[in-house]
């Protein structure tokens, strides 16, 4: 059984870091592409950011270039994302999700979500 568990968020204020940690089990991690999405009050999901099966390869929606970084350890089986410069816009639940090969935008393998409130 496939189990997706985030840690990490918490209350921010703007411009500081976080870092989301997600721990993966009930498949083989290292065989699948991994993202992070999120969902603002209010509004569906919203893709963040994706790595290859390898780490190799990463991207980020626009919003989050320059300011996260998605890694992983496949030794470990855990993923991340490394947020800096956090903004109130970023205010979301954090979802971990392990991709689908045949389909780039199902969401629906995801764990519990992390919440993070970005606020002075």
């Known amino acids: 059984q496939v189990h997706l568990v985030e840690s990490g968020g918490g209350l921010v204020q703007p411009g500081g870091s976080l870092r989301l940690s997600c721990a993966a089990s009930?498949?083989?991690?290292?065989?699948?592409?991994m993202k992070w999405v999120r969902q603002a009050p209010g509004e569906g999901l919203e893709w963040v950011s994706s790595i290859s099966n390898t780490g190799v390869r990463t991207t980020h929606t626009d919003s989050a270039k320059g300011r996260f970084t998605i890694s992983r350890d496949n030794a470990k089986n855990m993923l991340f994302l490394q947020m800096n410069g956090l903004k109130s816009e970023d205010t979301a639940m954090y979802y971990c999700?392990?991709?689908?090969?045949?389909?780039?935008?199902?969401?629906?393998?995801r764990g519990q979500g992390t919440q993070v409130t970005v606020s002075s």
């Open positions: 009930g498949f083989a991690f290292s065989s699948y592409e």
């Open positions: 999700v392990r991709g689908n090969p045949y389909k780039s935008r199902d969401y629906s393998i």
